[in-house]
């Protein structure tokens, strides 16, 4: 970044002390010293006030009815009486600073910086001496966090999601520059870090509950990325098929082996000696081009179903690294979406240990599905598991792996744990996704915060679990994240998995569940079991768009109208058939292949 | 070069962000500002951003201007 943001300084302010607000404001990249220093970039405003607030934590009083730190009934009653709107101030605030860097040459940024800015963040100067865990007593100030932050986050709509004006590509810029880890100018990303966001949770009280378009977090061990917007080739998508391949549609005993490397070795790469490890190596894989063969098939038996194929999900583990490679092309050429669970042998790389990890090829919905290679190879994006299975005594008598792995330790999935990172991609306006991997849906930490501020649309939870039925695991975690912060929640296992489970069946249920494969759960319509009809291997589920009003918490602090992708139908299908080979029919094209 | 398989945001695994950025930087019309930079250190900040997006020579190999206008959804 150019240092010339500092040089100016015309007017030099004593040095806060410390433990004040304004050595905090300093922490944060801000320039309390400086007479005339204002936050000129929306995100920078809403990330420092929003610090504040959470900071000490006094954003509850807007629910509380508190009419001093209420937005829009200070107490003061100079000002009162006058008081403008943050949200109309925020909106102002970005369609000044679009036309500023559109013409450039005729006005200064800080021109564009709204009066009601200037006086919110003269009124955080006015304390910058006061010690910070006095602040949350000072009800002006407090006033003036909120409506720095009700504004910053109103002049950011539709940002990380649509570039179509100035202010918005600026933005992407700055996201680049931050490594696509946040959007701000001059607060520091290993400060803290500002995000495009999807969802308010309607439930609760958090700092999450103050903004519809911005999330905050502190950046911990996790790198939290906002992809770059694609432009889908039939623009914004009114229904979304996703093409369910639960596959394997078995899976072995065999499949399953007590890791060879134990002991002297284990200690060298970080695995203790008093567990135990297992791999999971299926010893039937199929050939990359067969097996893109057979998706090739499936889509095709599923366009007969629908109108269109927009996405293709296979889960946990499902692909080795060529194998998705050879069904990425075929995939993408056939325009749809790929999210895949992966699994690698161990290499220096990874320490010598085997990874398992998802990879989203977004390039299929867009014009460039019949590009070269090398687009495909720098849209792909991979995420490595965050946490290792424990397969525990029940889970391998329910699994029936006890000739394989010993039941009495626990024994846990020998994968490399590389670095943590969680990213969020955007294939149309309502469908902003993630992918959390198995464990990585039932482990809280690190992830869950993170997934929580941003509130992507959908979440993928890429399983090798047993089926997915609403009184097992996936089911409860996904109803978190569907209350707070309203996402939806697609969890799914292979067939092979499902099949190998026997779960513990409810008193009078003898219906035989084991294959329902996904799980889907939306915060409008609950959850959906879908399990696929006896015989069939992969499954179609239809995704629409449902908007509804979120609000945040307080008065005029202003309402927002948000997407949540549901529920539209599942159809089972059987594509197990292999294509037909075609072969030329010309007998001179074939004499001369012969020869 | 090789795409390392788990590079988690460096600057290889977010080229094509940069290129996509660096198509609708130059569709969107910015103009350089005539004020110096002591005047507007922000105004300064960001088109220093601009500028060095512009210059930034990123492989492209593979990868044509009309791709990724598309996949930006930028018009020439």
Same mark, same amino acid.
């Given at each position: 970044m150019t240092k010339r943001g500092v040089i100016h300084s015309p007017q030099a302010l004593d040095d806060p002390p410390g433990g004040s607000l304004g050595e905090w404001l300093r922490f944060l990249g801000a320039m309390p010293q400086e007479s005339d220093w204002i936050p000129v970039w929306p995100p920078d405003a809403f990330a420092i006030a929003a610090a504040i607030l959470r900071r000490t934590g006094a954003y509850v009083n807007l629910v509380n009815g508190t009419s001093k730190t209420s937005p829009k009934t200070r107490s003061r009653p100079s000002r009162a009486s006058h008081e403008p709107d943050a949200s109309a101030v925020g909106r102002e605030w970005r369609k000044t600073l679009a036309s500023v860097l559109e013409q450039g040459e005729t006005k200064r940024l800080r021109d564009a910086c709204p009066e009601a800015i200037r006086g919110w963040w003269a009124e955080m100067l006015r304390c910058r001496t006061s010690p910070l865990a006095e602040c949350a007593k000072d009800p002006h100030l407090l006033a003036a966090a909120v409506n720095l932050c009700v504004a910053g986050d109103a002049a950011c709509d539709d940002i990380g999601v649509d570039v179509r004006d100035p202010f918005l590509v600026m933005a992407e810029l700055v996201l680049d520059h931050n490594e696509r880890r946040s959007l701000c100018l001059r607060v520091p990303v290993e400060k803290l870090a500002v995000l495009p966001k999807r969802h308010t949770p309607q439930r609760g009280c958090t700092i999450r509950s103050l903004s519809h378009n911005l999330a905050l977090f502190t950046p911990t061990e996790i790198r939290a990325m906002w992809e770059s917007p694609y432009k889908a080739a039939s623009g914004d998508l009114d229904l979304f098929n996703l093409l369910l391949l639960p596959w394997p549609v078995a899976v072995e005993p =065999?499949?399953?082996?007590?890791? =060879?490397? +134990?002991a002297e070795h284990d200690v060298n790469i970080g695995l203790s000696g008093d567990q135990r490890y297992f791999d999971y190596r299926p010893r039937q894989s199929e050939s990359p081009a067969k097996l893109a063969a057979r998706v090739a098939h499936a889509i095709d038996v599923a366009t007969r179903e629908v109108d269109r194929i927009h996405g293709v999900a296979l889960p946990e583990l499902s692909l080795t690294f060529e194998q998705f490679l050879a069904v990425e092309k075929v995939v993408v050429k056939r325009h749809a979406i790929l999210i895949s669970g992966v699994r690698g042998e161990g290499s220096r790389e990874t320490n010598g240990l085997p990874y398992n990890a998802c990879v989203i090829q977004p390039l299929g919905l867009t014009d460039l599905a019949k590009a070269p290679g090398r687009i495909r190879d720098v849209a792909r994006r991979i995420q490595l598991k965050h946490h290792r299975w424990c397969l525990d005594r029940d889970q391998i008598l329910q699994y029936e792996l006890g000739g394989r792995l010993p039941a009495a330790p626990d024994c846990w999935e020998r994968i490399y744990i590389g670095p943590r990172a969680i990213r969020f991609v955007t294939f149309t306006t309502w469908l902003t996704t993630c992918v959390l991997i198995c464990e990585d849906l039932a482990r809280q930490d690190p992830v869950t915060e993170v997934i929580r501020s941003v509130g992507p649309h959908l979440v993928f939870a890429l399983l090798m679990d047993g089926?997915?039925? +609403?009184?097992r695991w996936p089911s409860r975690y996904a109803s978190v994240l569907a209350e707070d912060p309203g996402c939806s929640v697609l969890s799914m296992t292979s067939l092979g998995m499902a099949q190998r489970s026997r779960p513990r069946q409810q008193s009078g249920d003898t219906s035989d569940k084991r294959s329902t494969i996904a799980l889907w759960r939306d915060a409008i319509y609950g959850e959906r079991e879908i399990a696929l009809e006896p015989g069939h291997n992969a499954c179609v589920l239809s995704l629409v768009k449902k908007t509804a009003t979120e609000f945040t918490i307080g008065a005029g602090t202003g309402s927002h109208v948000a997407a949540f992708p549901v529920y539209a139908g599942a159809r089972s299908i059987s594509c197990a058939r292999q294509p037909r080979k075609r072969t030329r029919q010309w007998p001179r094209y074939n004499a001369r292949r012969k020869r | 070069m090789k795409k390392p398989l788990f590079d988690t945001g460096d600057a290889e695994s977010n080229e094509l962000s940069r290129l996509l950025t660096q198509e609708r930087v130059d569709s969107a019309g910015f103009k350089v500002p005539k004020i110096s930079p002591k005047n507007d250190p922000d105004l300064a900040t960001f088109h220093d951003l601009i500028r060095a997006t512009k210059r930034a020579k990123t492989r492209k190999k593979g990868i044509s201007k009309g791709q990724l206008r598309k996949l930006a959804g930028v018009k020439r």
């Open positions: =065999g499949d399953f082996c007590v890791s =060879g490397h +134990r089926p997915q039925l +609403r009184n | -």
